[in-house]
């Protein structure tokens, strides 16, 4: 009897034992089968999206927001995709990629010169609005400081100038020096030197730039006579003189009348230390003026003056540029006694 008590509770533990063995055998597999799909489930090392969603979709690929891509062609930044540059990741706020080459985003105020723009390739300047980020016409380039520029020929004389594009105008870059060769219409060089034709430009009394009789120096009627748009005067086929809507719309873009001529003159040539930054490649020189029908030429170095076609009666409508600030002023002045340069704009 007691040896069949022992036997039935020697039973007891053994069963017991049989099953806590099983249990945990259980446990341990899985336990090992979890961890192992956990760790398949997350993404290879150096993906840069989140590995939290655990999405199985992406077991031993690159994800990116919980779907798959190539990392060969793609990469992800911040749970976006966006194609590699050239095989290069870039950060897609700073850089744009056009023809598989990286640049400056045209957004970012610090850029100038070639950038992307809504996967353009354009240019930004120093300029006001949305604008100042613009599209380089055919025949013209960005530069670095985001000058866009140019050439044209005056087919009359085979003069070839140079051009800027500024915002949505464009100029010549240079001072016109077309010499009418009418003995009619009052032009010269600065101090009669035909050097400083080449260097500055030629200097016209009002009606001779705008190739108009002498005697529209001394009224407005019918000089010009009616026309619309822009008067094309002696500048080369396909410019005009400006009107001094056009100059404002200059100054206003270079940043406003008080600081547009620091922006618009060239870097040398001024005196005082009144150079400019020349931001555009519009190259506004130091040339002076003329006074009493060309017998006396003065301020070299100190200021310049350019004819614009607004006038009223004897007088004309002109814009300066001095050494010694930065503003852009206008002013009218006799049409007959005065000479001054042209800038042509395009129309």
């Known amino acids: 009897m007691r040896y069949s008590l022992l036997m039935a509770v020697f039973a007891l533990l053994v069963f017991a034992c049989g ?25 290879v090392e150096g993906n840069n999206s989140s590995s939290s969603t655990g999405n199985t979709v992406c077991e031993g690929l690159y994800c990116c927001n919980g779907a798959p891509y190539d990392n060969t062609i793609n990469f992800c930044f911040e749970e976006q995709l966006y194609p590699k540059c050239n095989n290069k990741d870039y950060d897609p706020y700073e850089e744009g990629c056009f023809n598989e080459v990286l640049y400056p985003r045209c957004s970012l105020d610090e850029t100038r010169g ?7 390739l354009r240019c930004r300047q120093e300029g006001k609005g949305e604008d100042k980020i613009i ?9 670095e400081n985001g000058a866009i520029t140019g050439t044209i020929i005056d087919y009359r004389d085979r003069k070839t100038y140079k051009t800027v594009q500024i915002g949505n105008q464009v100029w010549m870059a240079e001072n016109l020096n077309y010499d009418p060769e009418d003995e009619t219409m009052n032009s010269q060089c600065y101090l009669k030197k035909p050097a400083n034709c080449a260097k500055y430009g030629r200097l016209y009394d009002w009606a001779a730039a705008m190739d108009l009789p002498l005697a529209c120096n001394f009224t407005s009627q019918n ?7 822009l008067w094309g005067a002696l500048c080369p086929n396909g410019f005009a003189i400006p009107r001094s809507q056009d100059w404002q719309a200059l100054v206003d873009y270079a940043g ?10 060239s870097k040398t040539g001024w005196s005082g230390n009144g150079h400019g930054t020349d931001n555009y490649g519009f190259n506004a020189l130091s040339g002076g003026w003329a006074y009493y029908w060309g017998d006396e030429s003065r301020d070299e170095g ?3 003056y350019w004819w614009v076609e607004t006038q009223s009666g004897y007088e004309a409508d002109y814009w300066r540029i001095i050494a010694s600030d930065t503003e852009a002023r206008n002013h009218f002045w006799p049409k007959d006694m005065d000479m001054a340069y042209v800038r042509c704009v395009h129309y």
């Open 19 to 43: 099953e806590v063995g099983e249990v945990s055998l259980d446990n341990s597999s899985s336990s090992e089968g979890d961890s192992a799909s956990s760790s398949s489930s997350n993404p």
């Open 114 to 120: 070639v950038c992307v723009h809504n996967s353009l």
């Open 135 to 143: 599209g380089p016409l055919s025949g013209m380039e960005c530069q």
């Open 223 to 229: 000089c010009p006579p009616g026309h619309e748009g």
């Open 256 to 265: 406003g009348d008080a600081i547009a001529a620091g922006r618009l003159k």
């Open 302 to 304: 100190k200021e310049s």
